[in-house]
Structures are given as structure tokens and as C-alpha cells.
């Protein structure tokens, strides 16, 4: 006999939401769309078709003026299928809403580059899919490094911005059959340039093999003759100072070095992706003290100025039905015409 059963309201779970209403991907509903998504729906949907996922706080950082603003507008995406969204499990509390690229967002972004949308490679199950990938904090991170970087050059009054940002897949087309970058990058402050390929570690990883591709980045620097360093984001500084001993020794172990300037950094070290967390594994850095910002990376190994939409040679050629990169930067908000006059 149970003497002291269970209230019902302990076995409660979490009430569920109420199901948004959506629309129909009909060609009804596409042409509606045109006069519905603005240069900054747009741009936003390009960018998931290239970073495959963000989380509300990264989409912020990205293009809007508050998470209020974000959340307004997001859920109208929402409900016209230009993008999609989940939320992971946790544990404890809850986790942020994620964003991915949804069935008319897509079609809108392949006809506007004039494409068929079958050719793109694009398909809704894969999109959402990452929900259930092993891969999706190794993601977001990697996009929180850079939607960091966007948010610091839309500071007013900055001279400082992210002008290229490519993703994992990017990159594997161009570089795959040499390396695989986690992105590649390109930040312009005070009249300095520094292109980078950017690895993001969650400590997971054999160190033996995030060394080996140190190999990987001097073949390929060999073979275009552009010299780019590599940024190694780990989580801590413990795993920093194993990283650096590792990253040494194999560096010592190239033909060519200086071919690949390396620099690393801990997620517990404060400040912004650009502040004083880089340290240096080259033997330039021996005439420099202590860490450094992103920009003094730039004068440090200095590079020649390149056109922000010609890509750097390659080993290997683009599909040609995929869609243009992005610009990282967002398009400027047209003028308010409620704006007060003087």
C-alpha cells in the first residue's frame, strides 16, 4: 500500500508551447516574400546558408540594436520559413534559441543569385539537422568568435572592422585537399590588414593532431605563395601552455617555419577576440614581450594588401552552383522616415 504517493504536480514536466503558426512554402507564398524581406533578411539568411547556425545572442552582435529588437524580428522570419529554430537540451535552465536557415529563406538566396534552388545543395533536413550534431558547440563556437569580431566594428566611432569571414565548408572547397581550416578571416584595424585561418579547440581533440596540421598549412603556403598565420583558440590556459609545447616541437620540424606564423589564445583570458590574449610561436616573437592585440599580430607579420572580393589563390576550385560568400559586415540600415527633424 502507498501511504504517501507523488503529487500529480511534481510529475509535471515543462508546459509545452503553443505551436506558431507557419506558412506554406507555396509559390504564393515566395512572391509575398518579396516585398517583405528587407537587405538585412536577406543578408542574415546568407549568412546561415554560410555558418550553417547562431544563436539569438550571436544574431545581435551580427545586425540588431537590442535582443528585443532580434526577437521581433526573428519570429516573423519565423513564421515565413526563411529561417528555422531550436532550442538544445541542457540540463539545467535553458538554452539559448538557434537559428538555421529555413526552405523559403533558401529559395529567395539561390534565385537572387540566379540559381536553381535544387543546385545549391541545400536541404532542410541537413539545416536542422545540426541540432542533433556532435559538431553544433564546436560551431557555435567558432561563430561566436567572429560574430565577437563583427559586433566591435559596429562600435561607433571605430576604424576597426571584420571584412571576410568564410566558413568551415568554404574552406574545404578551396584549401581541402591541403587543410581544413575551422574558417579564415580578414580584420582591418588603424590601417592594418591580417588575413588568418582560425582553429577552434575544445580541448577534445589529440594535440598530436592539431599539430599534424601544421603540415597541411605549409604545403598550402607553398603552393599559393601567400604567407597566413594561424589563430589556435583553446579553452583555457592550462591546455594553452600543453597546446604551445606541442605546436612548437612540430613547427620545429618543418622544412619551412616561417611559412606558418602561429598564435594562440585561452577562452578564460580576458577581453575580446581582438584585445592583448595573443601569444605568439615564432621566433618574431622573441623580440616582443607578453601577449598581444590582433592588430599588432598584423605588424608583426605584415601582409600585402589584397581586394576585399578577390579570394587568395587556391588549390582547389568552388562548386559553381554555390552561393556567393557573404560580406561579414551588415548592410546599413536605411534612414528612419519617422526620424525627428531638426
Known amino acids: 500500500?502507498?501511504?504517501?504517493?507523488?503529487?500529480?504536480?511534481?510529475?509535471?514536466?515543462?508546459?509545452?508551447?503553443?505551436?506558431?503558426?507557419?506558412?506554406?512554402?507555396?509559390?504564393?507564398?515566395?512572391?509575398?516574400?518579396?516585398?517583405?524581406?528587407?537587405?538585412?533578411?536577406?543578408?542574415?539568411?546568407?549568412?546561415?546558408?554560410?555558418?550553417?547556425?547562431?544563436?539569438?545572442?550571436?544574431?545581435?552582435?551580427l545586425?540588431?540594436?537590442?535582443?528585443?529588437a532580434?526577437?521581433?524580428?526573428?519570429?516573423?522570419?519565423?513564421?515565413?520559413?526563411?529561417?528555422?529554430?531550436?532550442?538544445?537540451?541542457?540540463?539545467?535552465?535553458?538554452?539559448?534559441?538557434?537559428?538555421?536557415?529555413?526552405?523559403?529563406?533558401?529559395?529567395?538566396?539561390?534565385y537572387e543569385d540566379g540559381l536553381d534552388p535544387k543546385s545549391i545543395g541545400y536541404r532542410h533536413e541537413d539545416a536542422i539537422g545540426i541540432a542533433h550534431s556532435l559538431r553544433l558547440a564546436h560551431t557555435v563556437g567558432v561563430n561566436g568568435f567572429f560574430t565577437a569580431l563583427v559586433a566591435l566594428g559596429r562600435r561607433p566611432g571605430?576604424?576597426?572592422?571584420?571584412?571576410?569571414?568564410?566558413?568551415?565548408?568554404?574552406?574545404?572547397?578551396?584549401?581541402?585537399?591541403?587543410v581544413r581550416p575551422d574558417a579564415y578571416?580578414?580584420?582591418?584595424?588603424?590601417?592594418h590588414q591580417l588575413e588568418f585561418f582560425f582553429e577552434f579547440d575544445f580541448g577534445t581533440e589529440d594535440l598530436g593532431k592539431l599539430s599534424r596540421k601544421l603540415y597541411g598549412y605549409e604545403k598550402l603556403a607553398a603552393a599559393t605563395g601567400i604567407t597566413t598565420p594561424v589563430l589556435?583558440?583553446?579553452?583555457?590556459?592550462?591546455?594553452?601552455?600543453?597546446?604551445?609545447?606541442?605546436?612548437?616541437d612540430c613547427l620545429s620540424q618543418l622544412d619551412r617555419p616561417r611559412l606558418v606564423p602561429l598564435a594562440t589564445t585561452a577562452a578564460d583570458a580576458a577581453g575580446?577576440?581582438?584585445?592583448?590574449r595573443w601569444l605568439p610561436i615564432t621566433e618574431a616573437a622573441t623580440r616582443h614581450a607578453g601577449r598581444?592585440?590582433?592588430?599588432?599580430?598584423?605588424?608583426?607579420?605584415?601582409?600585402?594588401?589584397?581586394?576585399?572580393?578577390?579570394?587568395?589563390?587556391?588549390?582547389?576550385?568552388?562548386?559553381?552552383?554555390?552561393?556567393?560568400?557573404?560580406d561579414p559586415f551588415p548592410p546599413a540600415s536605411p534612414a528612419s522616415r519617422f526620424r525627428r527633424r531638426p
Open 185 to 191: 578571416g580578414r580584420w582591418h584595424e588603424d590601417d
Open 1 to 61: 500500500m502507498i501511504s504517501n504517493p507523488t503529487p500529480q504536480r511534481a510529475l509535471r514536466g515543462h508546459m509545452p508551447q503553443r505551436p506558431t503558426p507557419r506558412a506554406a512554402t507555396t509559390g504564393e507564398h515566395h512572391a509575398q516574400l518579396a516585398g517583405r524581406l528587407t537587405h538585412r533578411d536577406r543578408w542574415l539568411a546568407r549568412m546561415l546558408y554560410e555558418h550553417k547556425v547562431f544563436t539569438t545572442q550571436q544574431i545581435v552582435e
Open 158 to 178: 571605430v576604424r576597426r572592422s571584420l571584412t571576410a569571414w568564410w566558413s568551415e565548408l568554404r574552406c574545404g572547397r578551396l584549401f581541402g585537399d591541403m
Open 272 to 276: 575580446d577576440p581582438a584585445a592583448t
Open 70 to 110: 532580434a526577437n521581433h524580428r526573428m519570429l516573423d522570419l519565423f513564421k515565413w520559413r526563411v529561417v528555422d529554430r531550436f532550442q538544445p537540451f541542457v540540463t539545467t535552465g535553458t538554452a539559448p534559441m538557434h537559428y538555421v536557415l529555413d526552405i523559403a529563406g533558401a529559395v529567395a538566396l539561390a
Open 292 to 326: 598581444l592585440r590582433l592588430v599588432e599580430l598584423a605588424q608583426l607579420w605584415p601582409q600585402p594588401d589584397l581586394p576585399g572580393d578577390v579570394p587568395p589563390p587556391g588549390p582547389a576550385q568552388q562548386s559553381p552552383a554555390a552561393l556567393t560568400a557573404p
Open 232 to 248: 589556435i583558440w583553446l579553452p583555457t590556459h592550462r591546455r594553452e601552455t600543453s597546446a604551445r609545447r606541442a605546436l612548437a
Open 63 to 68: 545586425c540588431y540594436p537590442s535582443m528585443r
